[in-house]
Nanobody
Framework: QVRLVESGGGSVQAGGSLRLSCEASGWIFCLAWFRQVPGKEREGVASIDKRGESMYTDSVKGRFTIFPNNDLQMNSLIPEDTAVYYC???????????????????WGQGTQVTVSS
């Protein structure tokens, strides 16, 4: 079992930045960030594996960066980025498929990100 703990959420004005962290209690191969707004489906934001290969959903490309330490740097935030953000992890890949399917064994409790216009 791997425990994931997110931190770094908060409120910011449009155009601002936030950095989310995800602390994992054990070794993981693939880590991803997802977000969810009440009443909407969960959305994959970014993922990275132990080889350093990362991928992003189109709406955040060029604005968000996922780092090998699991942090998610979010720049140029817009109100549409408002959501609860979750980190998810697994021991194995392929990370691309897990990210696409939301298929992870371990999930954090979530952290709220609110972007005001």
């Amino acid at each position: 079992q791997v425990r994931l703990v997110e931190s770094g959420g908060g409120s910011v004005q449009a155009g601002g930045s936030l950095r989310l962290s995800c602390e994992a209690s054990g070794w993981i191969f693939c880590l991803a960030w997802f977000r969810q707004v009440p009443g909407k489906e969960r959305e994959g934001v970014a993922s990275i594996d132990k080889r350093g290969e990362s991928m992003y959903t189109d709406s955040v490309k060029g604005r968000f960066t996922i780092f090998p330490n699991n942090d998610l740097q979010m720049n140029s935030l817009i109100p549409e980025d408002t959501a609860v953000y979750y980190c998810a992890a697994d021991y194995s890949g392929p990370c691309k498929r897990r990210f696409r399917d939301g298929d992870f064994d371990f999930w954090g409790q979530g952290t709220q990100v609110t972007v005001s216009s």
